[in-house]
T-cell receptor, first 113, second 115 residues
Framework: AQSVTQPDIHITVSEGASLELRCNYS??????LFWYVQSPGQGLQLLLK??????LVQGIKGFEAEFKRSQSSFNLRKPSVHWSDAAEYFC???????????FGKGTLLTVNP | SAVISQKPSRDICQRGTSLTIQCQVD?????MFWYRQQPGQSLTLIAT?????????ESGFVIDKFPISRPNLTFSTLTVSNMSPEDSSIYLC????????????FGPGTRLTVL
């Protein structure tokens, strides 16, 4: 069975600081990996995805993530955080043709001015 | 990406009643799903809505409690039956198969409060 672990429940950073959100997955074959963001009272927005190829993927809003098969990780990064990045971030995995997504528990990001 | 709308956006319901949530997509999609997000929690897949046939439910979810319809490739409904306060959640529909990949796009969600 596939699973996702986001070890950090809540992270606080200062505006302009760099950010890394951790994600570890468990899946028997090559996974499809995603990062979603959920702002308060909003639905989920897809930030980026990894299917195959280059292990460093670029997403929207200046985010990137790196797939590391040896570490079963797909960490999300941003070099300089903006106050508008404050939100909940979810890592998710799916595989094969069933499209089913398994989500991590999420990391709440607070940005201090 | 697909544009997804849900109705209602929020509702407050009494215990023992039922609520039907609608999900409309602006284009035909292969797959439609329903998720639940309980307060302060992550998303849990309820079921896959299959066009023209019975939905496929995940462990812990049953058709009597969460009947789902999908009459065509752009529309689905989820009913939350005989509600209790424990059903207070955000219910989200999602779609996949619009771009030939495993990407899923989510609707804005329906925030349900059961008193």
């Amino acid at each position: 069975a596939q699973s996702v672990t986001q070890p950090d429940i809540h992270i606080t950073v200062s505006e302009g600081a760099s950010l890394e959100l951790r994600c570890n997955y468990s899946y028997g074959a090559t996974p499809y990996l995603f990062w979603y963001v959920q702002s308060p009272g909003q639905g989920l927005q897809l930030l980026l995805k990894y299917f195959s190829g280059d292990t460093l993927v670029q997403g929207i809003k200046g985010f990137e993530a790196e797939f590391k098969r040896s570490q079963s990780s797909f960490n999300l990064r941003k070099p300089s955080v903006h106050w508008s990045d404050a939100a909940e971030y979810f890592c998710a995995v799916s595989g094969g043709s069933n499209y089913k997504l398994t989500f991590g528990k999420g990391t709440l990001l607070t940005v201090n001015p | 990406s697909a544009v997804i709308s849900q109705k209602p956006s929020r509702d407050i319901c009494q215990r023992g009643t039922s609520l039907t949530i609608q999900c409309q997509v602006d284009s035909q999609v292969t797959m439609m799903f329903w998720y639940r997000q309980q307060p302060g929690q992550s998303l849990t897949l309820i079921a896959t809505a299959n066009q023209g046939s019975e939905a496929t439910y995940e462990s812990g979810f049953v058709i009597d409690k969460f009947p789902i319809s999908r009459p065509n490739l752009t529309f689905s409904t989820l009913t939350v039956s005989n509600m209790s306060p424990e059903d207070s959640s955000i219910y989200l529909c999602s779609v996949a198969g619009t771009s030939g990949s495993n990407e899923q796009f989510f609707g804005p969600g329906t925030r349900l409060t059961v008193l």
